[in-house]
């Protein structure tokens, strides 16, 4: 599975951003799919996840309420629609994919087998 991330630019606070991550290869409906995010110095951190089969959908608590992740299996992309940002959401976004993630590790990084490139977020206060 190869993923395409895009979406990410300079915003100011308050404002919404929408990512995009795009999949070729693989069979995406089957997939669990993944935002996480790195800002500099900082460890890769778990964002947004939404499942496979029913969308159920997770959240990072300083996101939850702010962001909504969701999927369009006809188009192989999964999205992540970001308002009320926030400078501390300023990091470089990664979308990731694996077909075999368990519920209790489906928020680490590890879990996953598959990743984007990365799409760069900054949020001006």
């Known amino acids: 599975v190869q993923l395409q991330a895009s979406g990410g630019g300079l915003v100011q606070a308050g404002n919404s951003l929408r990512l995009s991550c795009a999949a070729s290869g693989g069979t995406f409906r089957r997939q669990t799919l993944g935002w996480f995010r790195q800002a500099p110095g900082m460890e890769r951190e778990f964002v947004a996840a939404?499942?496979?089969?029913?969308?159920?959908?997770y959240y990072a608590d300083s996101v939850k309420g702010r962001f909504t992740i969701s999927r369009d299996n006809a188009e192989n992309t999964v999205y992540l629609l970001m308002n009320s940002l926030r400078p501390e959401d300023t990091a470089v976004y990664y979308c990731?994919?694996?077909?075999?993630?368990?519920?209790?590790?489906?928020?680490?990084?590890?879990?996953?087998?598959?990743w984007g490139q990365g799409t760069q977020v900054t949020v001006s206060s």
């Open positions: 990731a994919a694996d077909p075999s993630i368990i519920l209790s590790e489906v928020r680490r990084a590890s879990s996953y087998r598959y």
């Open positions: 939404i499942r496979s089969s029913g969308g159920y959908t």
